[in-house]
Each structure stands twice: as C-alpha cells, then as structure tokens.
C-alpha cells in the first residue's frame, strides 16, 4: 500500500517560514490528489491545502497568500511552503492521499509551532 512520510516541520518565530514535505512511496504517485490538513488539540482537523494529477490547486481562507502547495513527481514529494506564519498556524500537519470521500491514506504528521 501507499506510504506517506511527512517531514519539515519545527519551531519557528511569527513571520517565518518553514517548508513541509510530504514523500509518497510507490509508482504511480504522479496521479494522486494529494492534500494537507492540520490539527490541533481540542479542534477539528482542517483541510489545508490541496493538489490534484492535473495541479488544480485549493486552499483554505486562512492561508491563501501564504502557503504554497506544490509537487514534483520526478520525487515522488508533494510540498507546502508556509511563509509569514502566525500562531495560530500551531498544530500537527498531515498529508493524505484523497482517493474518495471514505478513503484516505494519511502520513504521521509533523509538528509545527509557531511562537516568539
């Protein structure tokens, strides 16, 4: 099966920038529509931003004008480049593979915290 491996999270001061990777095993990578969600404690897991075989694109509200979806299927690797980062960007981010509305592949997720 398909395994997702989040990486590039970290600690990061207000207004900086931290880019996420999301490397996909398999072959057939090229085709997959590829999302970010995040999470916190005590909140609903949010739809960040996503990115299909044909680079149709979407973001949530929240991050458009700062957070960047893209993918290099040469490497098998969806990113997300998050600049100008405010607090509440704080949670666990996810990747997912979106096959249908009842069934996702999901990744570990990486930490990322934003604070002074």
């Known amino acids: 099966q398909v395994q997702l491996v989040e990486s590039g999270g970290g600690f990061v001061q207000p207004g900086g920038s931290l880019r996420l990777s999301c490397l996909a095993s398999?072959?057939?990578?090229?085709?997959?529509?590829i999302e970010w969600h995040r999470q916190v404690p005590g909140k609903q897991r949010e739809l960040v931003a996503s990115i299909t075989s044909a680079l149709a694109i979407n973001y949530a509200d929240s991050v458009k004008g700062r957070f960047t979806i893209s993918r290099d299927n040469a490497k098998n690797t969806v990113y997300l480049q998050m600049n100008s980062l405010k607090p509440e960007d704080t949670a666990v981010y996810y990747c997912?593979?979106?096959?249908?509305?009842?069934?996702?592949?999901w990744g570990q997720g990486t930490q990322v915290t934003v604070s002074s």
């Open positions: 398999g072959t057939s990578f090229r085709f997959y529509t």
């Open positions: 997912n593979r979106y096959i249908n509305s009842a069934t996702q592949i």
